[in-house]
């Protein structure tokens, strides 16, 4: 059995096993993929977002169109009878469909959900389901269980409003807006 040769230090090599130059390999190079993979992903999520937008715009329709009806029905119960009751009811319906309703433009113009806009809609809603029912007569627990809500609503409002959406004051919201007014940019 022959050994191979010693090698001085001037002539030695290091050795890398197959699995350690896989993972340098890995680390330094972005992976591999074809660029059919990556042309095909970017279609995908493309064809994604308009089948997200076509959603939000067909929803936007449809709150169009009930907010039109409901207002039909207010001015012709104005008309008939004068129940001030369920006038009040109604126009605090269609005051939360007019915030779903922008709540979906925000989404269509800058691809996020506002948490600001979400919760002025459920406190409205709350509010709008009190002055229904009556605070007379609904049970102390659901009055309390109810103020809680508000309150934990009306908290997450300010909270919102006075502290840095995020740590160290970057604000993801911002930077999505900015990459998608870009992303238009150059398409034009």
Known sequence: MQHPPKLTDAHTQEQVSPHTQMLTDASTQEPASPWY??????????????????????????????????????????????????????????????????????????QRVSIGVSVEVTIVSVLREVIVKGLLEVEWKQILATCAFLIALAILLVVRVWLPPTFEGIDPEHKTSERRKERKFTEL
């Open 37 to 110: 993979s990556r042309v095909l992903r970017g279609r995908i999520v493309r064809t994604l977002e308009l089948v997200q937008d076509a959603i939000a715009i067909s929803l936007c329709i449809g709150l169009f169109c009930v907010m039109v009806l409901q207002l039909k029905e207010i001015f012709l119960s104005l008309v008939t009878t004068l129940h001030f009751h369920d006038i009040t009811a109604d126009i605090l319906f269609i005051l939360i469909l007019v915030e779903l309703f922008r709540l979906l433009i925000i989404y269509l113009q800058e």
